[in-house]
């Protein structure tokens, strides 16, 4: 079932609020710079008013909402550092003017307008400071979850329709283990973002290959559907099944097919097969081809850790 730890869900809405806030902030004060140097209590009391400094302030304030909004999306604590930086040392400065005793002594006896622009730097000024600078502070950024699991079932359920298996040990990423679903979305980014120069029905074939030599048979059902909507034949894809590369069209398909076998496998023949396919795609394609290889493998190891990957699973040449 899937926990929730409330502090640190809270503490990354508390964060997300202060980024807005930041933002909204920069903002008033760079589209309207007077308007906000009147507005704010307090703000006249610290000199006269200079537009381009209340823009330039302003785009600091943009800047450090970035920041958190940058730290909060990737769970990197680092990431808040350069809006930590920018609060705390802005903290620091208005304090300074705190530090003197009769500023200190007529605290308690300073008239509303005062006690609002007091109130004001508490709230505006130290309090951001300090939540900007907690998000920096080592902590177990894995237990932060802004987002209730039940969002992302659609999200996962139209990519199950694509590839058309069932994804489990997805779903269950999702559940409970946030940090891990967002790595596993930028692998599958990574395995997705480029097509090769070359025919991409080699590198399918390729990586067909390798799949089945891992043994998980839903991952050669998906390599089998996208080669397939790909346009590779279902004969071939058959073949491919039945481990008969000779069957195979055209014949750079059986080879591309033989080297993500033999890739896999570790077999002494891919230096020969590895020289073929260079003459046919170049060595910039045998790259892209060798990457296509290497990310067919990834997904039956990691379902093989988690007890998700199946071997006796039924495959077709074609999406069902």
């Known amino acids: 079932m899937f926990t929730l730890n409330p502090p640190r869900a809270l503490w990354a809405l508390i964060a997300a609020l202060l980024a807005l806030a930041l933002f909204m902030n920069g903002v008033a004060m760079m589209g309207a710079p007077l ?31 970035v920041s958190l909004a940058f730290a909060i999306g990737r769970l990197e604590r680092t990431a808040a ?9 802005h903290a620091l400065i208005h304090l300074i003017p705190l530090l003197g005793a009769q500023r200190l002594a007529g605290i308690f006896v300073c008239q509303p307008p005062e006690r609002a622009a007091l109130l004001g730097e508490i709230v505006g000024v130290y309090a951001t400071a300090l939540v900007a600078l907690a998000l920096t502070v080592p902590a177990r950024w894995q237990e932060l979850w802004p987002f209730p699991s039940r969002a992302l079932t659609p999200l996962i359920a139209a990519n199950e329709r694509r590839l058309g298996v ?33 025919d991409v029905c080699v590198a399918h074939m390729a990586a067909l290959a390798a799949a089945q030599c891992d043994d998980c048979g839903e991952c050669v059902q998906i390599h089998l559907n996208l080669a397939a909507r790909d346009g590779v034949a279902r004969e071939t894809l058959q073949a491919a099944l039945d481990a008969r590369p000779e069957a195979m069209a055209p014949p750079q398909l059986g080879l591309a097919w033989r080297f993500g076998q033999a890739v896999a496998a570790g077999d002494p023949a891919t230096s020969d097969i590895r020289r073929k396919l260079e003459g046919l795609i170049g060595r910039a394609g045998l790259m892209d ?21 199946i071997a006796c699973s039924v495959q077709r040449p074609s999406p069902p």
């Open 289 to 309: 081809l060798a990457f296509a290889i290497a990310m067919a493998r990834f997904y039956p190891t990691l379902k093989r850790a988690l007890g998700y990957a």
């Open 35 to 65: 308007s906000w140097y009147g507005f704010i209590p307090g703000v006249a009391a610290t000199g006269p008013f200079n537009e381009h400094f209340v823009r330039d302030v302003g785009a600091a304030y943009v800047a450090a909402a």
């Open 166 to 198: 069932r994804m489990d040990y997805i779903h269950e990423m999702a559940e409970l283990n946030w940090p891990a679903f967002v790595r596993m979305g930028k692998v599958s980014a990574l395995a997705t973002s480029a097509r090769p120069e070359f």
């Open 81 to 89: 550092a350069p809006a930590a930086a920018f609060l705390v040392l």
